[in-house]
C-alpha cells in the first residue's frame, strides 16, 4: 500500500500480473522481498537495511523487488496460495508491506507465517498497541503530529491537549491552519481527532462496519460543530491549505505558526532542511492524532524461509529500528522503552500514550462529505 492511499490502482494489478510464476526456482540465502510503499521506502531499505543485514548475515542476499502497490502485493499473495496446493515455488519471501487478511484464505492455506508463534528473540519488544495479527509484523508507523515555530511559540508553552490546542488557536488568529481532509492525512486526521473529542474521545466507538446514516449524522455533526468554532480564527479567517506539502510550505514561511503533520514528513522535512532544527513537535497526550503502522508479512512457503525469519527478527533490533527514527523519519515499530535514550529523550514530546485509528470505508465519504457542507461550505471541493 502506497503511504497514506487506500485504493489499489490498475496500474498496481497489472504489477501483480507481471510477476506471475516464473519455472526457475529462487537462488539460495537470496530473500525475494517485495514492497507497495512509496519510493522513500524502497530507498532506505536498498541503502540502510540490505547493506546492514548482510554484513550480519554472510551468505544471505536481498533482492529488493517494488511491488506497484496493494493489488501487487495481493496478486504475489495469490501465486502463493497456487504455489502451496502445488509444492511450487512461489518466488516470494517477504512482503514488507501487507495485510494478513490479503488475498483472502492466505492464513488458512497456510501461506503466512505466524510471527508471534516463529520464535524470534525481538518480538516481545513490539509495541503492543500496533499489534494487529499474529500473521503479520509492525516495524513501522507514522502518526499525525502538531509541528511549530519555536520562535513564536515556546515548547513549553505548546498545547498537549485538544482544550489547549482550541484555546491557542482563538488566542492567536490566523497562526494555525490544516488541510482539507480529502486532500491528506494530517488534515484528515486532525479532522478526525475532532471527531474523537465530539465523542467520549473513544476511538473504538467507530468501526469499519458500524457506519449508518443516523449514527453518522448524530456523531459526525458533533464535530462540525467544533470544527466550525475554530474556522473563524484559522489561517486568513477560515482558508484551508490543499495538502500536507502546502501545510509544510505555510510552515516554512512563517505565514503560519503550527500545524497538522505527518511524523514521517516532518522529521525528514527537518533532517533535509526544508523546516529549521528548531522546529517544534508536540503530540497531543489527552488522545493523541490518530496514525498506523506498516506491518510485513513472511511467506510460511518461501524457497528461503528461515533467512526470512532472521530479516525480520532483524528489523526489530536497536541498530533498525533507531534507523527508522533518524533516516526515514518514521516511528519505531517496538516498544519507545527499547528505544536508545538518546532518542527517547530527542523525540520526548512526540511519544504517543495512544495511537488511535478510524475506519475507512463509509466513514471516510461521509467524513469528507460532511465537512464540506457543514464546516467549509464555501470552499470548492474541485478546486
Known amino acids: 500500500m502506497k503511504r497514506r492511499t487506500f485504493m489499489m490502482s490498475a496500474a498496481g494489478a497489472a504489477a501483480g500480473l507481471a510477476l506471475a510464476p516464473r519455472m526457475s526456482f529462487a537462488a539460495k540465502g537470496q530473500i525475494d522481498w517485495y514492497t507497495s510503499s512509496d519510493t522513500n521506502i524502497l530507498d532506505f531499505w536498498t541503502n540502510i537495511v540490505k547493506p546492514a543485514f548482510e554484513a550480519a548475515n554472510p551468505g544471505l542476499k536481498l533482492n529488493l523487488v517494488d511491488a506497484g502497490d496493494g493489488a501487487g502485493i495481493i496478486a504475489i499473495g495469490e501465486r502463493a496460495i497456487a504455489a502451496k496446493q502445488t ?131 448524530e456523531a459526525l455533526g458533533k464535530a462540525w460543530k467544533l470544527l466550525a468554532d475554530i474556522a473563524p ?73 528461515e533467512a526470512s525469519l532472521k530479516l525480520a527478527d532483524f528489523m526489530l533490533s536497536e541498530e533498525m529500528q533507531s534507523a527508522i527514527l533518524t533516516e526515514l523519519g518514521g516511528f519505531p515499530g517496538v516498544s519507545w522503552d527499547h528505544v536508545s535514550a538518546d532518542l527517547r529523550k530527542k523525540f520526548a514530546d512526540i511519544i504517543p500514550q495512544s495511537i488511535p485509528t478510524f475506519p475507512g470505508g463509509k466513514w471516510e465519504a461521509a467524513i469528507n462529505d460532511g465537512w464540506y457542507r457543514h464546516v467549509a461550505p464555501n470552499v470548492d471541493r474541485k478546486s
Not at 503479520?136 to 515548547?155: F, H, I, M, N
Not at 479567517?237 to 503560519?256: E, P
Not at 505558526?257 to 497531543?284: F, H, N, Y
Request: net charge negative.
Open 87 to 217: 509444492n511450487a515455488d512461489p518466488q516470494a519471501d517477504y512482503f514488507e508491506s501487507a495485510d494478513a487478511l490479503l488475498p483472502a484464505g492466505a492464513i488458512k492455506a497456510g501461506v503466512y507465517t505466524n510471527i508471534k508463534a516463529a520464535g524470534l528473540s525481538n518480538y516481545s519488544k513490539v509495541n503492543p498497541l500496533a499489534i494487529e495479527s499474529e500473521y503479520s509484523l509492525p516495524y513501522r508507523g507514522s502518526q499525525v503530529l502538531l509541528a511549530y515555530d519555536t520562535t513564536k511559540l515556546k515548547p513549553a508553552d505548546a498545547p498537549k491537549t485538544w482544550d489547549a490546542l482550541v484555546t491557542w488557536i482563538k488566542a492567536n488568529p490566523g497562526q494555525f491552519v490544516y488541510n482539507r481532509p480529502d486532500k491528506g492525512g494530517s488534515g484528515g486526521n486532525f479532522v478526525r481527532r475532532a471527531i474523537h473529542q465530539a465523542n467520549g474521545l473513544d476511538p473504538k466507538a467507530f468501526k469499519v462496519d458500524n457506519y449508518t446514516q443516523e449514527f453518522g449524522d
Open 233 to 305: 480564527h484559522l489561517y486568513d479567517k477560515g482558508a484551508y491549505s490543499s495538502g500536507n506539502t502546502q501545510s509544510l510550505q505555510l510552515l516554512s514561511q512563517g505565514v503560519v505558526t503550527m500545524i497538522p503533520v505527518w511524523s514521517d514528513q516532518v522529521l525528514q522535512a527537518i533532517e533535509q532542511g526544508v523546516l529549521p532544527a528548531e522546529t517544534g513537535l508536540v503530540q497531543l497526550q489527552d488522545l493523541a492524532l490518530c496514525g498506523g503502522f506498516t506491518r510485513s508479512v513472511v511467506i510460511e512457503n518461501g524457497a528461503n524461509h
